[in-house]
Each structure stands twice: as structure tokens, then as C-alpha cells.
């Protein structure tokens, strides 16, 4: 890890959408989906980002860029508030931090040449002229395990994860500090998400590229982060080293995530019974720990109180603390 | 005589392009209360495969070109059309990857099941709803007497999933074919369906026939496993020789590109280079020739078989591998 200020600082950072009914489509309500949100990310480090469905992970992201708007709280990037940024301030924080979307087949324009995808931002932000910015574009794509003559086809030619593909050189094109990945690789086949996650980690060691990599796959998080945070009803209930996390979860709700992925060897069996129920509504989340209704260890308290993040029983005090929500860490 | 016999089954497509060859010589056995995983990348006719024992391939553009299937003996691609409802949904039952489009969105819960107990047992309005709520606790549905009014809407994917697995086992099918039944949900639902699944399975003694690319699952759920590549079934066999000494080199390099728990991070992981040939064209020789790494090691006079004879499914260490020069004991 650098030296120095954090590259990204995410302070209780809270995104509500207000939730409409009745006659006069007053606001009864809002949906919590980032509720207090706070984790720094470090230039050249991966912090993963894991949760289920719904869980705010993709609205986090969103909202870090300021594709959302915050309800509340701070992002600094290098020191400047992205989150009041004016516009001029935001299209220049912009070229640093890029995206990596999930659905290589609808976050590319059909009718756009493959060159013309790349090419975009370079002639949005004015980068030197036509033939240089052709020139980067060839360049991007050989960096991307494409070759130039790909240059005049259009996405339809593409395989998935050449596509994909053609989204990171896309990313890449500013030279960002940071990339926000959501579910990079979730869409593509098995043989294929290989190749583009060592093309990530590739890119990220020439490039010195922060990652914040959005997933609900625990073991492809595992395989690239060096930090990771478990999000829950719109709320980080554990954060840490990657090895750390995995190796000592000390959150219920990161036991039961990690216990419950199948093991892709026949003589191990999952080793926690499934989680009963389902996720509550982030309408009108559950007094206390989000997690109380859904958790065997719950017990009154729980109820009464948010429980603040903690350092973790096994945490070792570096430059990364392991942390987790829950007021019984220390006995489960 | 086992429960399902495909011999030989061969499935087109009429494109604009031509005949695209989807499932091109397809032989498969299972057996009562065994579970066969059929594995494979997009494209490779693991579905199509799936699809036409309930003949539910669309014709046209679809074609039975070739081969038969054998359910209990009888040849279902020879059935008259007429007879085919007496075998959906009563000896075999399907469950598709996307609750979200099998149910109707205009009927309740109550109208969908009941019309399948009506006429699979002749059940009047009654006893089919008992039956119904019955059916959806025992697939953990909380609230089964009021969720039973629903609409497809109102449920969460977990609970629709959950809804058609009430569904297709309420018939008592001898067969289950689920085709990614788990791939659109969360990971701990997905361990309460697969629990589910594998209960109710060994309760009623039916055969499955599990569809999906995730080996996770696969190691987890299945008996034996079949493992497809550009059409055809490139290696067959137990799961546990599978997972150990996987002997077609797609199976292992599959199994190799995986992200291992506890593997080093970031550390560049094997992938498989280049793309599926084309299903229009296919080469006569091995079709996976192109991609092998084991290939790559031999000497150019073995070299030049795999360019020329098409290979097999044979015995191969502990399974059945289409391929003249098996893994054996070789690291990729």
C-alpha cells in the first residue's frame, strides 16, 4: 500500500430514493440503499465489494461516480469532494475514475465501430487530435489482447468476452487513478472470465490502477482483492484484508455468504446450513443490526441498536483494520 | 433400461446462414434417483439438449435431425404430438433458469398450480388449493394460506423459483430436468433451493437432469457428469473422477481456470485461448483441436490426428473421454 492519503474516501455516505403513493404521489417512505457508508481505497489496491441482490452495492458505485446523487455524506478523491463538485470539477475527477459495467452486450452502442466506443471519451475530453487519439486507440486495444484491425467492426462481431474486453480498453482510455468494476465478469462463460480477470490484474499492476471491484461472487472477489467489504441492507457489516476476512469472518451475515458458495470439489460439502428467509425491505429496514431477523446468534440487543464497526477479535492493527458490525464478535 | 436413453441425438437450426448443427451426436443414460450434471460454456446445446426430451425446441427454425430418446422405453421423438401432454409435466417435470418470465404474469399462484393438479389428478377447486399450500410450505414459502393469492409480481425471484419447483414436483415426475434452476439467484438462495431440491429428490426417488455451467454446483448436486463442448459430449463420467483427473483437456482446463479458495492472489490463472468453432461449419476432425494445450504438447505426427480423425467417446482413466490423446496424469 502507497504511502500517503488515500486516493478514494467514502464518509457515511447515505443514497435514499424517496418512495411514492397515494393520490398526490406524496413521499411515504424512502428506500434505504446506502445507509452511512464509510471505506477508503488506496492507489493500486482492489477493494471488493460484495453483497446479494439489492443489498445497495451497484448504487454505492454509482454514487461514488456521481452517476446518483448523494443524499448525504462525502467521497473525496484526492481531497476533492466528488459529492459537491461543480460541473467543471466533475468532468475533470471523471477522466480518473471509470467504469466497467456488468453486460458486455447492452453497455456498448450497436451502432457505434468499436473504435468509435474507444475513441469517445479521448474526443469528449478534447485529448490531442484525430489521428493521435486513433493512434491510443490501437494502441488501448493490443493492451486489451485485441489487435487494431478490429478498429471498423461493430460490437455485434464480438464474442462476450471480447466485448468485454472493448469495455475495459473504453475504461482505460483517460488513464484513470480508479475504475469501478460491477460484476465485470458475471455475464461471461467460466474459460472466458479468466482471461479478462488476469487482463484486470495485468492492467493494474502496469497502470498502478485502483479497483473497486462490485461482485457477488466470493471466490473471484477473493481471487483479486486486497481489501473487502460485506455489504447488508445498504450497510458495510464487515470490512478488511481479503485473507483476513476469509480466513476469520467475525460477522454471522459473512459466515453464512461464504459458507454457502459451492465448492467445486465433490468431496467438500458446503459447510453452513443455508441462511433462513429472505432479505427485509430496504423500505422499512428492521430495527437494530439489519441483519438480527435472519442471524442464529441474535439476541435482545441486537434489536435495541445499529451496531457500530469494530475492530474484528483476530484484527492485527496494520494499515488495513478488520472490522465487523456485530455486538457479539467476540463470542461467535 | 435406464430411466432416459438419448442415442445419437443430433438438433439444427435453420439460419439465414445456414443449418447451425446445435447438438450433433448426443448420447446420454440416467438413471432412477440419480442426478447427471450436464456442464458446459454458452452455446455448447447443453440446453437445446435439455429442451428436446419435453420436445420443447422450437420447430421451425428447429429440427430433430437424427437419434432417439427413450423415456421408460418410449421413443418420444416418435410420439404423435397429441401425446405429448400426457409426459410434460407428469413423468417429466422442467424448472427454467428465469422464474421472473416461466410463470404468467396475469394468473394468481392459486390459478397456475391448481390448473396443473386439475389436470394431472383431476382435482377440483378445493383439494387442489390444500394441496397447493401444502406443497409451497414444503418448498419453504412462509405464509403459504395468504401468499397462495399472489401474483407473479409480488414475489421475490427466491420465492418465484421456489414456486415453480412446487410446481414441477407436484407432479410426482420421474424426471426433473432443471436447467439453471439457481443461476439468477443469490448465493444463499441458492443454497436453500439446491437444499430443497436434493430433499425433495430423495423423498420421491426421481432422476435429475441438472443443466449448468457452475462447477461449484455441479460438485455439489450431481452423481455423474457430462460435459459438452461445441455440440457433442467431449467426457463422461463420475463426479469424483472428474473433479480428480478430468482426462478430456477442455474438462481440466475449465476446471484449472476456476479461482481456488486460498489460491495466491492476484497469481495469473490458467485460461483456455481462442473461441468455439462455429456450429455452421464445424471442422471433421476433434473440435476443440484448435484450443488444446495438451495438443500443443505432442509431437507433430500426433499433432496431425487431431487435425484429421474426429475422436471418439472412449475410456479414459477413470471416465469416458472424446479424445485420442487423454490427460492421463499431465498438469496444464
Redesign the interface.
Known amino acids: 500500500m502507497s504511502a500517503g492519503a488515500p486516493l478514494l474516501v467514502v464518509e457515511d455516505l447515505k443514497k435514499y430514493y424517496p418512495v411514492r403513493g397515494g393520490v398526490f404521489a406524496a413521499k411515504v417512505g424512502d428506500v434505504h440503499a446506502v445507509e452511512g457508508v464509510t471505506f477508503t481505497v488506496a492507489a493500486g489496491e482492489t477493494l471488493g465489494l460484495v453483497g446479494e441482490s439489492g443489498c445497495g452495492k451497484s448504487t454505492l458505485g454509482r454514487t461514488i461516480m456521481r452517476l446518483e446523487e448523494p443524499t448525504s455524506g462525502r467521497v473525496l478523491f484526492e481531497g476533492k469532494d466528488v459529492a459537491y463538485a461543480s460541473k467543471t470539477e466533475l468532468f475533470q475527477i471523471r477522466r480518473d475514475i471509470q467504469a466497467i459495467f456488468q453486460d458486455p452486450y447492452s453497455s456498448l452502442n450497436p451502432r457505434m465501430t468499436v473504435g468509435e466506443i474507444v475513441r469517445e471519451p479521448l474526443e469528449v475530453h478534447g485529448m490531442g487530435t484525430k489521428a493521435e487519439q486513433i493512434e491510443k486507440v490501437r494502441a488501448l486495444l493490443e493492451t486489451v489482447g485485441l489487435t487494431g484491425e478490429m478498429l471498423d467492426r461493430y460490437p455485434h462481431e464480438f464474442s462476450g468476452g471480447q466485448r468485454q474486453r472493448v469495455g475495459v480498453a473504453r475504461a482505460l482510455a483517460l488513464d484513470p487513478k480508479l475504475v469501478i468494476a460491477d460484476e465485470p465478469v458475471s455475464a461471461l462463460d467460466v474459460s472466458v472470465r479468466s482471461q479478462i480477470l488476469n487482463l484486470m490484474v495485468r492492467l493494474q499492476k502496469e497502470r498502478n490502477l485502483a479497483y473497486i471491484f462490485i461482485s457477488h461472487d466470493l471466490s473471484v472477489v477473493e481471487h483479486i482483492s486486497d481489501s473487502i467489504a460485506i455489504m447488508y441492507l445498504g450497510r458495510i457489516v464487515e470490512i478488511g484484508p481479503a485473507d483476513e476476512v476469509f480466513a476469520n469472518p467475525s460477522h454471522p451475515y459473512t459466515r453464512v455468504l461464504i459458507g454457502a458458495i459451492p465448492v467445486a470439489d465433490p468431496t467438500r460439502k458446503r459447510s453452513s446450513e443455508p441462511l433462513p428467509g429472505e432479505a427485509p425491505s430496504p423500505i422499512s429496514p428492521p430495527p437494530g443490526c439489519p441483519f438480527h431477523p435472519r442471524c442464529s446468534f441474535a439476541i435482545d440487543a441486537c434489536r435495541a441498536a445499529v451496531p457500530p464497526l469494530e475492530p474484528a477479535p483476530t484484527n492485527a492493527g496494520g494499515a488495513r483494520p478488520h472490522l465487523a458490525a456485530c455486538i457479539r464478535k467476540h463470542e461467535i | 433400461m435406464a430411466l432416459l436413453e438419448i442415442d445419437d441425438l443430433a438438433i439444427g437450426f435453420q439460419t439465414e446462414a445456414g443449418l447451425l448443427r446445435a447438438v450433433d451426436g448426443v448420447s446420454l443414460r440416467l438413471e432412477k434417483g440419480r442426478t447427471l450434471g450436464l456442464v458446459g460454456?454458452?452455446g455448447c446445446g447443453k440446453s437445446v439438449t435439455a429442451s428436446s426430451i419435453l420436445r420443447l425446441v422450437p420447430s421451425p427454425p428447429g429440427k430433430y435431425l437424427g437419434g432417439q430418446i427413450r423415456f421408460n422405453g418410449v421413443d418420444i421423438l416418435a410420439l404423435p404430438a397429441s401425446e405429448l401432454p400426457k409426459i410434460r409435466g407428469k413423468d417429466i417435470a422442467m424448472i427454467f433458469q428465469d422464474p421472473m418470465t416461466s410463470l404468467n404474469p396475469v394468473f394468481t399462484i392459486e390459478k397456475q398450480l391448481g390448473e396443473v393438479l386439475a389436470l394431472r389428478f383431476g382435482l377440483d377447486k378445493h383439494a387442489a388449493r390444500a394441496r397447493s399450500v401444502e406443497m409451497l410450505g414444503t418448498v419453504g414459502i412462509?405464509e403459504p394460506e395468504q401468499r397462495i393469492g399472489a401474483y407473479p409480481h409480488e414475489l421475490?425471484?427466491?420465492?418465484k423459483q421456489r414456486v415453480m419447483i412446487a410446481m414441477a414436483l407436484m407432479c410426482e415426475p420421474q424426471l426433473l430436468i432443471a436447467d439453471e434452476p439457481t443461476t439468477a439467484l443469490?448465493?444463499?438462495?441458492?443454497?436453500?433451493v439446491?437444499?430443497l431440491i436434493r430433499a425433495l429428490q430423495q423423498r420421491m426417488g426421481a432422476a435429475v437432469l441438472f443443466i449448468t455451467?457452475?462447477?461449484?454446483?455441479?460438485?455439489?448436486m450431481?452423481d455423474e457428469v457430462a460435459v459438452m463442448y461445441a455440440g457433442r459430449i467431449v467426457e463422461q463420467g463420475n463426479?469424483?473422477a472428474i473433479?480428480k483427473d478430468a482426462q478430456h483437456p477442455y474438462t481440466k482446463?475449465?476446471?484449472r481456470?476456476?479461482?481456488?479458495?486460498?489460491?495466491a492472489?492476484?497469481a495469473?490463472?490458467?485460461?483456455?485461448?481462442g473461441?468455439v468453432p462455429s456450429l455452421l461449419n464445424p471442422p471433421a476432425h476433434c473440435r476443440f483441436a484448435d484450443r488444446c494445450w495438451k495438443r500443443k504438447r505432442l509431437p507433430e505426427t500426433d499433432q496431425k490426428r487431431c487435425f484429421s480423425e474426429d475422436p471418439k467417446l472412449r475410456p479414459a482413466g477413470e471416465s469416458f473421454a472424446a479424445c485420442h490423446f487423454p490427460v492421463g496424469g499431465e498438469q496444464l
Open positions: 460454456e454458452s412462509p421475490s425471484g427466491g420465492m443469490d448465493v444463499t438462495v441458492q443454497a436453500q439446491l437444499n455451467h457452475d462447477m461449484g454446483v455441479v460438485a455439489e450431481c463426479v469424483f473433479f482446463g475449465l476446471l481456470s476456476l479461482p481456488r479458495k486460498g489460491g492472489k492476484k495469473e490463472l490458467p485460461t483456455i485461448e473461441v
